[in-house]
């Protein structure tokens, strides 16, 4: 999301996970300004309910852009160093929660 400051991807992703039907995960990040990531998840009570926690998962994925994060098992906030390494991170998010779900539920 460009950007787009940390309390505005909150928002944003609280908002997203409210209107998704049950279970979804929305993962969004951006670099606010140079040098600096943000990334948020919100995970609906289906996800948490499958044992998969937004602080832990975020954690892992801030890693690729240099920093780190955590929160609660429905809603997480993280940061980074290297903006260049956002888009892929969010990939891995992608692949990963799509992983995670899919294991979960099957």
Same mark, same amino acid.
């Given at each position: 999301? $460009? $950007?787009? $400051?940390a309390d505005?991807?909150?928002?944003?992703? /609280?908002?997203?996970v409210?209107?998704l !039907? $049950?279970p979804?995960? %929305?993962?969004?990040?951006?670099?606010?300004c140079?040098g600096? %990531?943000?990334? %948020? &998840? &919100?995970?609906?009570? +289906?996800?948490?309910g499958?044992?998969? !926690?937004?602080?832990?998962?975020i954690g892992?994925?801030?890693?690729f852009?240099? +920093?780190g994060?955590?929160?609660k098992?429905?809603?997480? =906030?993280? +940061?980074g160093?290297k903006? /260049?390494?956002l888009m892929?991170?969010? =990939?891995?998010?992608?692949? =990963?929660i799509?992983?995670?779900?899919?294991e979960k539920i099957s």
């Amino acid at each position: 999301m $460009d $950007d787009t $400051d940390a309390d505005s991807l909150r928002t944003a992703a /609280e908002y997203l996970v409210g209107t998704l !039907q $049950d279970p979804a995960a %929305v993962v969004l990040g951006s670099s606010p300004c140079e040098g600096k %990531v943000s990334l %948020v &998840a &919100a995970f609906s009570p +289906g996800v948490v309910g499958l044992g998969i !926690q937004a602080g832990k998962f975020i954690g892992g994925i801030a890693k690729f852009c240099g +920093g780190g994060g955590g929160g609660k098992p429905n809603f997480a =906030q993280a +940061g980074g160093r290297k903006p /260049e390494n956002l888009m892929g991170a969010l =990939q891995k998010a992608r692949e =990963q929660i799509i992983a995670s779900i899919s294991e979960k539920i099957s």
